[in-house]
C-alpha cells in the first residue's frame, strides 16, 4: 500500500511537469497570436444607417467610402486653373515615368493626366486608360483613336475590378480614386494581379485635415490611412512625396513572387 502511494504521488508530480510544460509552450504562442492581431488588423466593411451627405453609407477600414464623381462634373476635371492649383505637370515628374513603361490609370476620367502621361512613355510605352462610367469611357475611347493602334487602350471597371490582362502594368496610377472605390479591398486585389512582380501601384490623394485644401473631406484622405488599406492587401510602402500644394503622392510595390 505504501508503495501504491509513492507510485500515485509520482504519477501526480509527472502530470503536473507535463502540465507545467504545456502551459510554458502554449501561453507565449498566444501572446504572439494577440499582438500579431494587434498590428495586423484586417480592414472591414461596415453598412450605416446614417453618414456623411458626400458618402455612400458604407465604411471600410474605419473610413466612410465618398461618392462617385459622376461625369456631370467632368468639366471640373479639365478646367484651365487645375494646371496652377495642383500643379499636374509636377505630379507628372514625380511619378518618373520612362519611354516604354506599361501605365494604367485607373479612374482616368477624361483622360486629360492620361494623355499627359502617355507624352512621357511614347513611342513604344502603352497607356491603359481605365473608369467605371460608360460616359467617360465614351470620352476615352475619342481619345484613344487619336493615337496610333494599341497605345492608347481603354477599359470599362466595374466596382470590383478594373478587368485588366494579368501581369501586365509597370505602372498604375489612381489620381483621386481610390477614395471612391466601392469595393477597395477587392478592386485593390483585383489591380495587382494586373500589375507586374515587382511593379508600382500610386495614389495620389487630396491631403485630409490640411485647412489649404479646398476639397470636400470625404474626398481626402491622410497618408497613414492610404497606408493602412495599401498594406491590408500585401503592397509594400515605397516611398510618399508631399511636394504637391493639395495632394500626396504615396508609392508602393507590388511584392515579388516568392517561391516555396
Ligand atoms: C475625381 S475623378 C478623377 C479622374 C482623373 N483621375 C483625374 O484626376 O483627372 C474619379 C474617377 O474615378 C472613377 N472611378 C470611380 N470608381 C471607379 C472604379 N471602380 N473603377 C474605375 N474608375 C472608377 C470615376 O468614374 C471618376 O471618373
Known amino acids: 500500500m505504501k508503495v501504491q502511494v509513492s507510485q500515485v504521488v509520482k504519477t501526480m508530480q509527472w502530470s503536473l511537469l507535463l502540465l507545467a510544460t504545456i502551459v510554458a509552450t502554449i501561453t ?28 455612400i453609407l458604407k465604411q471600410y477600414c474605419s473610413r466612410q467610402i465618398a461618392k462617385i464623381m459622376g461625369w456631370q462634373g467632368a468639366s471640373w476635371l479639365d478646367r484651365v486653373e487645375r494646371e496652377s492649383e495642383e500643379r499636374t505637370d509636377q505630379l507628372i515628374d514625380i511619378l518618373n515615368l520612362k519611354p516604354g513603361m506599361i501605365v494604367g490609370d485607373i479612374g482616368a476620367g477624361t483622360g486629360r493626366l492620361s ?60 489620381v483621386d480614386v481610390y477614395h471612391e472605390l466601392e469595393f ?15 511593379g508600382t501601384i500610386v495614389f495620389v490623394e487630396y491631403r485630409a485635415g490640411d485647412p489649404k485644401v479646398p476639397i470636400k473631406r470625404l474626398h481626402t484622405m491622410t497618408v497613414a490611412q492610404i ?9 509594400v510602402f515605397e516611398k510618399v512625396v508631399s511636394d504637391l500644394t493639395w495632394q500626396d503622392v504615396v508609392f508602393f510595390r507590388k511584392p515579388p513572387i516568392t517561391k516555396k
Not at 497570436?33 to 456623411?52: D, F, I, M, P, R
Not at 497606408?227 to 503592397?235: N, P, S
Open 28 to 55: 507565449p504562442c498566444e501572446a504572439h497570436s494577440e499582438s500579431a492581431a494587434s498590428t495586423n488588423t484586417q480592414c472591414e466593411y461596415v453598412a450605416l444607417k446614417t453618414g456623411h451627405p458626400d458618402g
Open 115 to 174: 494623355m499627359l502621361m502617355l507624352d512621357r512613355i511614347k513611342p513604344h510605352g502603352q497607356m491603359w486608360a481605365v473608369d467605371v462610367q460608360a460616359e467617360m469611357v465614351g470620352r476615352l475611347k475619342e481619345i484613344a483613336v487619336k493615337y496610333p493602334k494599341n497605345q492608347f487602350e481603354v477599359k470599362q471597371a466595374t466596382a470590383l475590378t478594373p478587368n485588366l490582362p494579368s501581369a501586365i502594368v509597370d505602372m498604375a496610377i489612381m
Open 184 to 198: 477597395p479591398r477587392e478592386f485593390l486585389e483585383a489591380l495587382l494581379l494586373s500589375i507586374k512582380p515587382g
Open 227 to 235: 497606408k493602412k488599406e495599401a498594406g491590408d492587401v500585401g503592397l
